[in-house]
């Protein structure tokens, strides 16, 4: 079973600091890694893609891969009251068609 | 520009009961998905569309049909619904997967 594996949180950080949230993945595989923001009640909101080993950055968002690690990261600098929601990783499969597993996703509570 | 359009938003279904989840797309894209969110479990994949006229199980498919009618749309039927298929269900689409996938806005359904 290829899974993806988020702390559930809540990831509690004070505004302006930097946020930074975890995900493995179990099949080496993987080629493409997407980072989800939903907020409650409310569906799945695209705002990071990454594909190669190392870094990606859009505005305050980071992205992070680390395939021998299995592992991928974002970080969400000079955090805001806004950014709190689940915040959900997924991985492309190898041998799948474009289908994605996510993860459970993890919490983010940026406080005042 | 709609984008991914579900009927209905809400639904209560008796035990037994049967409906039809519509999804209707306007971005032209080729691939087409449905997923269940369950609190603490994620986004689990339903059935899936990789192009018009083809359909194929994802991970959870006991006790769903689905029906890609033509490139626009794909329908998702519960033909006796039991409240273990309480849950949201969001349907999403993709022209390829590297570049993640749009959401609909959700369907919450609870079968009492």
């Known amino acids: 079973q290829k899974e993806v594996e988020q702390n559930s949180g809540p990831l509690s950080v004070p505004e302006g600091a930097i946020a930074s949230l975890n995900c493995t993945y179990s099949d080496r595989g993987s080629q493409s890694f997407f980072w989800y923001r939903q907020y409650s009640g409310k569906s799945p909101e695209l705002i990071m893609s990454?594909?190669?080993?190392g870094d990606k950055e859009d505005g305050r968002f980071t992205a992070q891969l680390n395939k021998a690690s299995q592992y991928v990261s974002l970080l969400i600098r000079d955090s805001q009251p806004s950014d709190s929601a689940t915040y959900l990783c997924a991985g492309s499969p190898s041998g799948g068609y474009n289908k994605l597993i996510f993860g459970a996703g993890t919490r983010l509570a940026v406080h005042p | 520009n709609a984008g991914v359009t579900q009927t209905p938003k809400f639904q209560v279904l008796k035990t037994g009961q049967s409906m039809t989840l519509q999804c209707a797309q306007d971005?032209?894209?080729?691939?087409m998905y449905w997923y269940r969110q369950d609190p603490g479990m994620g986004l689990r994949l339903i059935y899936y569309s990789a192009s018009e006229g083809t359909t194929d199980k994802g991970e959870v498919p006991n006790g769903y049909n689905v029906s890609r009618l033509n490139k626009r749309e794909f329908s998702l039927r519960l033909e006796s619904a039991a409240p273990s298929q309480t849950s949201v269900y969001f349907c999403a689409t993709t022209d390829r997967g590297n570049y993640g996938y749009t959401f609909g806005s959700g369907t919450r359904l609870t079968v009492v």
């Open positions: 990454i594909y190669s080993n």
């Open positions: 971005m032209n894209h080729n691939s």
